[in-house]
T-cell receptor
Framework: DGGITQSPKYLFRKEGQNVTLSCEQN?????MYWYRQDPGQGLRLIYY???????QKGDIAEGYSVSREKKESFPLTVTSAQKNPTAFYLC????????????FGQGTRLTVV | AQSVTQLGSHVSVSEGALVLLRCNYS??????LFWYVQYPNQGLQLLLKYTTGATLVKGINGFEAEFKKSETSFHLTKPSAHMSDAAEYFC??????????????FGKGTKLSVKP
């Protein structure tokens, strides 16, 4: 079955640690995205990538980093510079950007302890 | 700047009643419009989309939406609510073009409750 897989589903981080969230897709999509979701805030774009080896900052990129070394994979690192990392993180992909549907993973809930 | 506004963070209806979730957008260029649904602790699933052509769009689970350019609206409706419709609904917009234009901009969501 084609789809997007995010792992882990739940993640706990100590303050000052970096953590990496995994996102893999087998839909052969060029575009991939990372969103952050907080209650009552909707989804806010962290980073997006249109093609392998290219990515761009979204609206709230500070404290985050990404890589796109393979078409299938778009991992997100939450660094210690992110002041309030506790949130639900969603990865998505689409065939192209604009008028095509985005497919979402099941999300990773990150909690700072 | 382009934006999406969903009126009402919470909507409650009785089972069998009409569901109406409101979405307005602001844009100086033609939009692509989407409605997504999210169940607790899950990702988003596409309900329906408008890109071009017929302005009344039918989606999954009996939902439909109408693009009204003059009102800059894309309200979601369902004639008869079912208990399984209880979820959070997000309206989103994107645009043709390069740079950040092709990215989805989401509204803040509307939580739908369905009373028996």
């Amino acid at each position: 079955d084609g789809g997007i897989t995010q792992s882990p589903k739940y993640l706990f981080r100590k303050e000052g640690q970096n953590v990496t969230l995994s996102c893999e897709q087998n839909l052969n999509h060029d575009a991939m995205y990372w969103y952050r979701q907080d209650p009552g805030q909707g989804l806010r774009l962290i980073y997006y990538s249109q093609i392998v080896n290219d990515f761009q900052k979204g609206d709230i990129a500070e404290g985050y980093s990404v890589s796109r070394e393979k078409k299938e994979s778009f991992p997100l690192t939450v660094t210690s510079a992110q002041k309030n990392p506790t949130a639900f993180y969603l990865c998505a992909s689409s065939l192209v950007r604009g008028n095509t549907e985005a497919f979402f993973g099941q999300g990773t809930r990150l909690t700072v302890v | 700047a382009q934006s999406v506004t969903q009126l009402g963070s919470h909507v409650s209806v009785s089972e069998g009643a009409l569901v109406l979730l409101r979405c307005n957008y602001s844009s100086s260029v033609p939009p692509y419009l989407f409605w997504y649904v999210q169940y607790p602790n899950q990702g988003l699933q596409l309900l329906l989309k408008y890109t071009t052509g017929a302005t009344l769009v039918k989606g999954i689970n009996g939902f439909e939406a109408e693009f009204k350019k003059s009102e800059t609206s894309f309200h979601l409706t369902k004639p008869s609510a079912h208990m399984s419709d209880a979820a959070e609904y997000f309206c989103a917009v994107s645009f043709r073009g390069g740079g950040s234009q092709g990215n989805l901009i989401f509204g803040k969501g509307t939580k739908l409750s369905v009373k028996p």
